[in-house]
């Protein structure tokens, strides 16, 4: 069987949505988008400069439009940002509209991930990130778990490893077949 629900993968920034995003994409034959791409596109603006020039609430706007916009078609891997879960429209579309789901990772191991902050504007400005890793998950783990199908440890993975237990997972809850 396939299925034709998108795939949202949710989770902090560092919890490799792109790169698994990209990885599964190509297992499962989909084509990938990327949430912050496709609200960059359509704000002409990079994200930080969004954040800079309007606001945080601006930026969730974009986002929640550019969200609905996306699951509006099917069959694609999508690679949230890692606030996303904050909006209840956004959750209620990761729950109804597609299979979500959840990369969870330690913030220790997050900030170990993380190479570049200039993309993200809530660590800019931060001289600790794996503090402030830790504060924003604090804010917001429960809204991930609650917004999840599935809830994957990536932790101990690399990121092949979470695209296959990925495609595992989808085989053995919903019989599907890629090909």
Same mark, same amino acid.
């Given at each position: 069987? &396939?299925?034709?629900?998108?795939?949202?993968?949710?989770? /902090? /920034?560092?919890?490799?949505?792109? &790169?698994?995003?990209?990885? $599964?994409?190509?297992?499962?034959?989909?084509?990938?988008?990327?949430?912050?791409?496709?609200?960059?596109? %359509?704000?002409?603006?990079?994200?930080?400069?969004?954040?800079?020039?309007?606001?945080?609430?601006?930026?969730?706007?974009?986002?929640?439009?550019?969200?609905?916009?996306?699951?509006?078609?099917?069959?694609?891997?999508?690679?949230?940002?890692?606030?996303?879960?904050?909006?209840?429209?956004?959750?209620?579309?990761? $729950?109804? !509209?597609?299979?979500?789901?959840? $990369?969870?990772?330690?913030? %220790?191991?997050?900030?170990?991930?993380?190479?570049?902050?200039?993309?993200?504007?809530?660590? /800019?400005?931060?001289?600790?990130?794996? %503090? &402030?890793?830790?504060?924003?998950? !604090?804010?917001?783990?429960?809204?991930?778990? %609650?917004?999840?199908?599935?809830?994957?440890? &990536?932790?101990?993975?690399?990121?092949?490893?979470?695209?296959?237990?990925?495609?595992?997972?989808?085989?053995? !809850?919903?019989?599907?077949?890629?090909?």
């Amino acid at each position: 069987m &396939t299925i034709d629900k998108n795939i949202f993968l949710i989770g /902090m /920034m560092g919890s490799w949505k792109t &790169t698994v995003g990209r990885l $599964l994409a190509k297992k499962l034959k989909r084509k990938f988008v990327d949430l912050d791409d496709q609200i960059e596109k %359509a704000a002409g603006l990079i994200i930080a400069h969004i954040f800079e020039i309007f606001s945080e609430d601006e930026f969730r706007s974009l986002e929640a439009k550019q969200l609905k916009k996306i699951a509006q078609n099917e069959n694609q891997v999508v690679g949230t940002g890692g606030g996303a879960v904050l909006q209840e429209k956004n959750r209620q579309i990761f $729950l109804e !509209q597609g299979i979500t789901i959840f $990369l969870r990772a330690e913030p %220790a191991v997050l900030a170990s991930r993380i190479r570049n902050k200039s993309k993200r504007p809530l660590l /800019m400005k931060s001289d600790d990130i794996e %503090a &402030t890793l830790r504060e924003i998950w !604090q804010k917001r783990q429960a809204l991930y778990e %609650a917004s999840a199908h599935y809830i994957l440890d &990536t932790d101990e993975l690399k990121p092949e490893e979470v695209a296959e237990k990925i495609v595992a997972y989808l085989q053995e !809850q919903y019989e599907y077949n890629p090909g």
